[in-house]
């Protein structure tokens, strides 16, 4: 018994080690730099601030040859900006650029917005070349040229596809001083143009123009018959980069416009980050003390697998180098709740192990052995959403996503695994007793088939009340929904002001007036942020130059910060495959979770009754979202299919007890077993949705407002979630098998 006691308490002081271990990790990181904590998580741009921009191509279907040369060029050129700046491609023909962490970001979308072409002209006609006043009035004619298309003067020597490579160097001048200059490398065709224009032009300037502005105009001193060409000057290291980053990425073999462009303050992230995270160990702790007050021994092990689970979540962000985003924060949080659910589900069951006479070390091993099943297929449902949220997902919702999906994964292996090690290793210690575990109580089966038709009504009613809330926001000219960009497409911007102006007074007149007379058209809308000084300004999309105007103008006016102020521009074609995809999203989920269950169960009508009571509780947020007017925007689509794999979870485990009753409950009718199954799992269900819905619950009161746009219908989902787990899909299979005159 001594030695007994003795391994449990090493092996309690080794789970201590590891989550100090991986605490310590994720807080101070391996070595003096800090490398491995959390602080050094990459974080989206909605977290660290920045620019975020999609291009599509002009061609519908580019060659992929194009299209990673295009991503190539576009990414050398913006990592000059941040070196955590990322550009990879969407679809056949659309490149998304992410530029984290910067300051200027006006500068830079104006810079990336049209990616333009370099190109290398000689002067043809004599009195052009004049370059005896000084050369920069011989530049800005060129550059005033409108293109240098004018033939008769200048001729087009050669472009950037003839350009292999352009580097800054060092040489020394005729007095030995180091200076800096930009190298020329040409392939086969440029060699041999360059060498001809040079032969012609000794004594005159080749003009580099990029994007109809000439960027350097050097003199020609000899004929250059190599393909390597030494461009002087009086530059520093940053102009000479400069030039050498223009003239080597300058050519792009594909037009590309700008389709969409976000740019989010880093205070606005700051924020943002800061209080979710505050959110999370608040909620954090209000579930462990939970889970000790209703587990008792069994929750102090799921407190300590929460911990460290929450440290190796950190530990792995931090690894496999994923972009930690708002909503994935928010998917962070959810998955603790969802965690829980889990260990739910195997202390019901040790419980009710205990009830039947079970020892408590027998009820442990049987308790942890039959949850397994339930376990395993709520879990997989909700990766089958996660999957589809990523495949159909975009920018943060990829980032939510993928969280989701670690926390799912390691949320399993703790339970499973890390608990289950915890539970022993507190029983080798001594703490034996039943009165340390609980014995489930004797339930009193609910007629829940006999009142199925109440709870069909009061299912009805909520969404028919959505659907009167749309018509009635319809015919008051607001839209059924309240869209954001995502949707309808146009330009947003968020704009903290000093002072509260409300927008429906006078100064709020005044400021649709300039705002107006700014951009040049009437339609605006102004909301007020509530909690804030902020205001959002939404017009139709707007390009940069007019994007920069309006916000000097509110700089000059108002003294708003411009580098707070966030802005989001989409168009309309986004908008169209957003509202698509988000159609879509939800009923791949929902086909992919049917075939699931059907093969699992090997019961159609499982899988038949699931997917109805999932459509159930999209059509109950839907009414959350008519009603409550929660914009509908990118985060729709995630929040949509968050719930369809959350509330799968309690509907499987029903659905597993239903099959085990059917096994033991010989005598029973089939209403008496389904009577019997969900009243057995009641307590699971309603302690699991509490959990989660603490969990988002917090984020909600302690969050920014665009996370709280995303958790209130969140936590309307896991509502009705719990309701449909436990009073539509049991009842449901119920009547599906009376039709089939099945027992």
Same mark, same amino acid.
């Given at each position: 018994?001594?030695?007994?006691? =003795? ?23 391996? @070595? ?5 904590? /959390? ?7 909605? !977290?660290?601030?920045?620019? %975020? ?59 990336? &917005? ?36 004018? %033939? ?88 000479? *980069? ?15 416009? #700008? ?17 979710? !995270? ?37 530990? +792995? ?19 603790? &709740?969802?965690?829980? @659910? ?9 419980? #009710? ?5 079970? %020892? ?12 397994? *099943? ?79 038709? !109440? ?21 008051? &000219? ?44 009437? @339609?605006?809308? +102004? ?39 966030? #802005? ?21 989920? =929902? ?16 899988? /038949? ?96 407002? *665009? ?6 219908? !969140? ?5 009705? =979630? ?22």
């Amino acid at each position: 018994m001594k030695n007994s006691k =003795g391994k449990s308490l090493i092996g309690l002081i080794l789970v201590l080690i590891v989550i100090a271990v991986c605490g310590f990790v994720s807080w101070k990181g391996v @070595d003096e730099s800090g490398q491995g904590s /959390a602080r050094n998580i990459k974080l989206g741009l909605d !977290l660290a601030g920045g620019v %975020s921009i999609t291009y599509e191509a002009d061609e519908a279907n580019p060659s992929s040859e194009d299209m990673s040369d295009t991503v190539y060029k576009l990414q050398k050129r913006v990592e000059s900006y941040s070196t955590e700046a990322e550009v990879y491609q969407e679809g056949t023909n659309r490149i998304n650029v992410e530029i984290p962490g910067v300051y200027d970001a006006e500068r830079i979308l104006n810079e990336l &917005g049209n990616p333009g072409t370099v190109q290398f002209y000689e002067v043809t006609d004599a009195s052009a070349g004049d370059m005896s006043d000084p050369e920069k009035a011989e530049a800005k004619k060129a550059a005033e040229a409108a293109g240098l298309s004018d %033939s008769s003067t200048f001729n087009l020597v050669m472009d950037g596809n003839d350009i292999v490579d352009a580097q800054v160097m060092t040489q020394n001048d005729s007095y030995g001083n180091p200076q800096y200059v930009v190298e020329l490398t040409m392939n086969a065709d440029g060699t041999e143009k360059f060498k001809e224009a040079t032969a012609r032009n000794i004594g005159k300037p080749i003009y580099i123009i990029y994007d109809n502005q000439v960027i350097s105009y050097p003199k020609v001193n000899t004929t250059i018959e190599n393909g390597q060409a030494i461009i002087e000057g009086n530059f520093t290291y940053e102009s000479a *980069s400069s030039l050498a980053t223009y003239i080597r990425l300058g050519a792009l073999k594909l037009n590309l416009n #700008e389709i969409r462009s976000n740019v989010v303050g880093a205070k606005l992230g700051e924020t943002a980050l800061v209080t979710s !995270l505050k959110a999370g160990a608040v909620g954090l702790a209000i579930i462990i003390v939970f889970m000790i007050i209703m587990y008792l021994v069994p929750g102090i092990a799921a407190g300590l697998a929460l911990l460290l689970y929450v440290a190796a979540m950190l530990c +792995l962000l931090n690894g496999l180098d994923v972009t930690l985003t708002l909503p994935g924060i928010a998917g962070i949080i959810l998955s603790i &709740g969802m965690a829980v @659910d889990a260990n739910v589900i195997i202390f019901t069951r040790i419980r #009710e192990e205990i009830a039947e006479g079970q %020892s408590v070390r027998n009820a442990i091993r049987i308790g942890f052995k039959k949850a397994r *099943s339930a376990i395993l297929d709520g879990n997989i449902t909700t990766l089958i959403a996660a999957a589809v949220l990523y495949i159909k997902g975009s920018g943060t919702i990829k980032g939510f996503s993928v969280t989701l999906a670690l926390g799912i994964v390691l949320s399993m292996f703790t339970a499973l695994v890390i608990t289950h090690f915890i539970v022993n290793i507190l029983y080798g210690l001594g703490l034996t007793s039943e009165k340390y575990y609980g014995k489930q109580k004797e339930r009193k089966v609910f007629p829940f088939v006999q009142k199925a038709k !109440l709870f069909y009504i009061v299912s009805a009613v909520v969404i028919i009340a959505g659907f009167v809330g749309m018509g009635l926001n319809h015919s008051k &000219g607001q839209g059924a929904m309240n869209y954001s960009l995502d949707f309808t497409g146009g330009t947003s911007m968020t704009v903290p002001f000093n002072e509260n102006i409300d927008v429906t007074g006078d100064e709020g007149a005044k400021l649709l007036n300039t705002i107006t007379d700014t951009i040049g058209t009437g @339609d605006v809308q +102004l909301q007020n942020v509530q909690g804030s000084n902020d205001i959002v300004v939404k017009t139709q999309v707007l390009d940069n130059e007019t994007r920069g105007k309006l916000k000097d103008t509110l700089a000059e006016k108002y003294g708003v910060n411009e580098a707070i102020i966030e #802005e989001q521009s989409i168009s309309g074609v986004v908008s169209d495959e957003m509202q698509k995809d988000a159609v879509l999203a939800v009923v791949i989920a =929902g086909i992919c979770m049917l075939i699931y269950i059907w093969f699992r169960f090997k019961d159609i009508k499982f899988g /038949a009754s699931a997917v109805l009571a999932l459509l159930h509780d999209v059509l109950c947020v839907l009414t959350v979202y008519a009603l409550v007017r929660i914009p509908v925007g990118n985060t729709f689509i995630a929040c949509m299919l968050t719930i369809v794999g959350y509330s799968i979870n309690a509907t499987i485990v029903i659905f597993d007890r239903i099959r085990e009753n059917r096994q033991t409950m010989y005598k029973a009718s089939l209403d008496e077993i389904v009577n019997a199954s969900i009243s057995q799992t009641l307590s699971r269900s309603i302690n699991t949705s509490l959990t989660t819905f603490i969990s988002v619950f917090v984020l909600y009161i302690m969050g920014v407002a *665009s996370i709280r746009e995303f958790a209130l219908p !969140l936590m309307a989902g896991i509502i009705a =979630g719990a309701w449909s787990s436990i009073f539509i899909t049991g009842t449901l299979w119920y009547q599906m098998k009376k039709i089939g005159n099945k027992n």
